[in-house]
């Protein structure tokens, strides 16, 4: 697991709208809302566990959910239960409690940098025009290869297909971060974050917001 630049938070992707900056300026923003969750579910430090990590809990769900390994795991600390458990890597854990509610607005500002994470949304098995921007063939002059592949390697030598040849296959439905997004607007009355851009995933996904990685200033460059 690769480090992070500072403790993040879990969101619901809400959908997207236009914005307006006080000089009028239009900004396409993806709003990010946050239900009940976002808690620290347990700390992992050096000694105990060979790395320091904090494992944050987020959308509060019934009991009968869960397994009881996962329920237990929770009422270890008091938490209560929860759909979603992800870690967050950092250089220290100093400062975090078990059964701590991380709040958005004390841990990001306005103009902020985040990275943001999620699930694509998928598109299930598709061409290779689809997937991979191939061309067509002609369409006209008795032509029979309109969006068929084609040649996919030589004959003889090699014998075989390469590894990772670009075919028909499975499409979208991967996990995708997309980096250093500006924080616009954070509204604490409606509970939602306002993000410059896209962000992978349909309305309902989940989503991992956490600081952007800058390498030299907020994470060491080793």
Known sequence: MSMEAGIGVMGTKLGMMSYFESDGKVVPVTVVGFREGNI???VKTQATDGYEAVQVGYRR?????????????????????????????LQSVDGFDPNQRLVVDE???????VDVSGTTIGKGFQGGIKR??????????????????????????????????KMPGRMGGSKRKIRKLKIVK??????????????PGKPGNLLRITPAKIVGKNIPKN
């Open 40 to 42: 620290v579910t347990q």
């Open 107 to 113: 841990i990001f500002q306005e103009g902020d940098l």
């Open 132 to 165: 991979h921007n191939f061309k067509r063939g002609p369409m006209t002059h008795g032509s029979k290869s309109h969006r068929q592949l084609g040649s996919i390697g030589a004959g003889t030598t090699p014998g075989r297909v390469y590894k990772g040849k």
């Open 61 to 89: 769900v019934r009991d009968k959910k869960l397994t009881k390994p996962e329920m237990g795991h929770l009422q270890k600390v008091g938490a209560i239960p929860m759909r979603h458990l992800q870690e967050f890597r």
């Open 186 to 199: 954070i509204d604490k009355d409606l509970n939602v974050v306002m993000v410059k851009g896209a962000v």
